[in-house]
């Protein structure tokens, strides 16, 4: 992975560890927070000399490596140039946002070229992978995002109010959580924009941190006043989503969301932008509800009509969950996927 840190590739490629129950993790570099997951780290920057050759003396004795995010791609391809190692790279992006073009494009693809397999989150992706880069469907797998359900357990009416009482938030009022970065492309504006267009008893709670704190705080302030409450970086999902009767993700781009999963497996339906994967985890009229990216008016709309089926689409959205990406199900398929290779 790129990076020992506390974000959606990396947490994944923890999870998938342990629940295959063998396998070394091992990150490029450290995280900007530190060491957040207590890996060994293999170098001060991804492409470094010294990074590279460790990777190199890493890959030596596995039979499979598996690269999680974008470095990591180059770094694999040219550390086990020369071996006798396969190794797969985990797409966890929309490769419709970051392909980019010329130049950029043609380096991707001669990237993937080197992979023995190389891994979708959904079906859209692959198919993406295969137009824009060449991966031949031979080489293509379709393996969704995962997490694991004891990380998330479903959330009850005493898991609710203890978490009100622990944000500040009326017990009774409607609550949306958005649970995420605060940067641009989350476009968390947009949540706040559609709560103001709500009944002023609804509340809006942001858990996380980020470059656009205090612009969103001042915009809150003006736009949906009395509305929204920052509670800035939260240690772990389980609070901020048992707070919730639905949870928003209004981002531009997106790839498979594991906050979505962590949403369903808690019981909560979700209001999201219909990007990337969200379609996979998010069933309008099911398990929740689509919009498209900065619509506030249907952001607005979409969370009226959730907010009145939040109990019955939050059973829906932990059943869907639950069966699709808990992290087990999804471990026995790349098990099958490793198995395959070594």
Known sequence: MTASQRRGAEVFASDLVSALGSGRLVALTEGPGGNEL?????GDTPFAPRTLRSLRREARDASVVVAHGSKTLPAV??????????????SIGDPAAWSGSGL??????????????????????????????????????VIPNGVPAARCPLADAADR??????????????????????????SVDTAIAAVAALPLDVRLLVAGSGPLRASLGVFAAGTAPGQVHFAGRVDGPQKALAAADVVILPSRTEGMPGV???AGLTGRPAVAS??????????????GALAAPADVPAFASALRTTL????E??????????????????????SALLDDLR
């Open 161 to 186: 109010k203890a978490a009100r009482v622990a944000f500040g938030l009326p017990e009774d009022a409607p609550v949306v959580t958005y649970l995420g970065a605060l940067t641009p492309e989350k």
């Open 313 to 334: 689409w939050g059973q829906a959205a932990h059943d869907h969950c639950s069966k699709t990406f808990e992290i087990s199900v999804v471990a026995t398929q790349w």
């Open 308 to 311: 009145s089926s939040a109990s």
């Open 38 to 42: 207590g890996v060994p780290i293999l």
């Open 77 to 90: 391809a040219l550390a086990l140039a020369g071996l006798r190692v396969p190794f797969v790279y985990r």
């Open 260 to 262: 979505l999963i962590e």
């Open 274 to 287: 219909e990007v990337g994967g969200i379609p996979e985890i998010v069933i309008p009229g099911s398990t």
């Open 104 to 141: 950029r494009r043609l380096r991707t693809a001669r990237l993937l070229r080197r992979a023995a397999r190389v891994v979708a989150l959904w079906p859209g992706a692959a198919g993406t992978l295969s137009s824009l880069h060449g991966v031949p469907e031979s080489r293509l797998s």
